[in-house]
Every structure is written in C-alpha cells, then in structure tokens.
C-alpha cells in the first residue's frame, strides 16, 4: 500500500520561498502523476499543480508564476517550491498521488501546517 | 475555471437515516467522447486528508461501503448516505477532473441530529 509523507518547515517569513518534499513509500514513483494540493483552514482543498515521473509538469494558473515541483526517482520524492509568500499561503499542504493526467486524488498524505508569518 | 458549488452548507441527519448531498458544476463535465462524468467525492475527518470515496460520479472506491452512492450527469450530481452512521460524521467535497484547474466543492459538513 503506497503511503505519503510531507516534510519541510512549518513558519515561513512573508516573501520567502516555502519548500515541501513528499516522499512515497510502499511504490515506485516511476509511474503517475504526482501532486501538491492545499487546504486553508476552514476551507477546501485547492489544487496547486502536479508532476509526472518523467518530469513534464502541470500548474493551476492562479499559483504557476510562483510554483516549481520537482521529482527525484532516485529518492522517490517529489517536491514543492512556492516563492514570495503571504498569509493567504497559510494552509495544510497535502502530498497525492493522481493515476491519471485529468485526476482524481488517491491516496493523499497526512499533511503539514505551514504558516506564513514574520 | 469551473466552480463546484455544494448545497447544503450543513446537513443533521439522524442515525439510520438518509443523507443527501449535492454538488453543481458551472459547466457540463460529461465528456462525451467516452461518455464519463469527470465527478468524484471525498470524505474528511478532523484532522485527516481528504479521503477518495467514488470517483466517474459513481464508480465507488475499494473498500467503500455500499451505504455511499454516486449519481448525477453534467452539471448536477448527488452523493447519497443511505443508512447513516455514526463514523459518517465528516465534511465531504466534490471534485471536478475534467478541465484544468482541477477544482473542489466548499465542502458539506454532515453531523447526527
């Protein structure tokens, strides 16, 4: 059974660059697509973006001037960078796995608080 | 974008009893290529991940029980309970897949009456 697993800080300073890395345990990542999906408190989810295996990428327009997902095969991992952050960046942010390019999302990981704050 | 938009907000409903909710898109996400409703549902605990209950609007995940059902085409599409219980209580969304931005629902908070 895949498993999931966000790690990064939990306080980023507005205008840094928060950084995630999700690792995948139980499964290669060397198949699906794989994606960051965020939770404001008290709100639902919003999709942020996704990356294949292979590396080809796909980013929801609102957030792509500031998204980068990266993946690392070799560590099955796969990583988010969003740059220049606010409070409106506060949220869980949620690791998945989607099975195909226009996905539903399964599994998801537990999930890491990250907070935007000076 | 396409905006999901889920009705009630809240929903009570007591113990053994239907739960209805219902979720409508801006657009049509029939794809009529293959015929498939690009709809699916998840449920959330407090402090837990989304989890994936039915997915092409009806087809329910492994391991789901039968209580949970999907139905709908296009624009409008229901997520029904039929016998609740207690472990039901949770907040639950709607997802569209079928265009970029993929996108949720507001979220329907179900609790016992």
């Known amino acids: 059974q895949v498993h999931l697993q966000e790690s990064g800080p939990g306080l980023v300073k507005p205008s840094e660059t928060l950084s995630l890395t999700c690792t995948v345990s139980?499964?290669?990542?060397?198949?699906?697509?794989w994606s960051w999906i965020r939770q404001p408190p008290g709100k639902g989810p919003e999709w942020i973006g996704y990356?294949?295996?292979?590396?080809?990428?796909k980013y929801n327009p609102s957030l792509r001037s500031r998204v980068t997902i990266s993946v690392d095969t070799s560590k099955n991992q796969f990583s988010l960078k969003l740059a220049s952050v606010t409070a409106a960046d506060t949220a869980v942010y949620y690791c998945?796995?989607?099975?195909?390019?226009?996905?539903?999302?399964?599994?998801w990981g537990q999930g890491t608080l990250v907070t935007v704050s000076s | 974008d396409i905006v999901m938009t889920q009705s009630p907000d809240s929903l009570a409903v007591s113990l053994g009893e239907r739960a209805t909710i219902n979720c409508k898109s801006s657009?049509?996400?029939?794809?009529?290529?293959?015929?498939?409703?690009?709809l699916a549902w998840y449920q959330q605990k407090p402090g837990q991940p989304p989890k994936l209950l039915i997915y092409?609007?009806?087809t329910r995940e492994s391991g789901v029980p039968d209580r949970f059902s999907g139905s709908g085409s296009g624009t409008d599409f229901t997520l029904t309970i039929s016998s609740l219980q207690a472990e039901d209580v949770a907040v639950y969304y709607c997802?569209?897949?079928?265009?970029?931005?993929?996108?949720f629902g507001q979220g329907t908070k179900l609790e016992i009456k």
């Open positions: 998945a796995r989607a099975p195909r390019s226009f996905p539903w999302f399964d599994p």
């Open positions: 139980g499964g290669s990542i060397s198949s699906f697509y």
């Open positions: 990356i294949y295996f292979s590396g080809s990428t």
């Open positions: 657009q049509s996400v029939l794809y009529r290529s293959d015929n498939n409703n690009y």
């Open positions: 092409w609007a009806s």
């Open positions: 997802q569209q897949y079928y265009s970029s931005p993929f996108t």
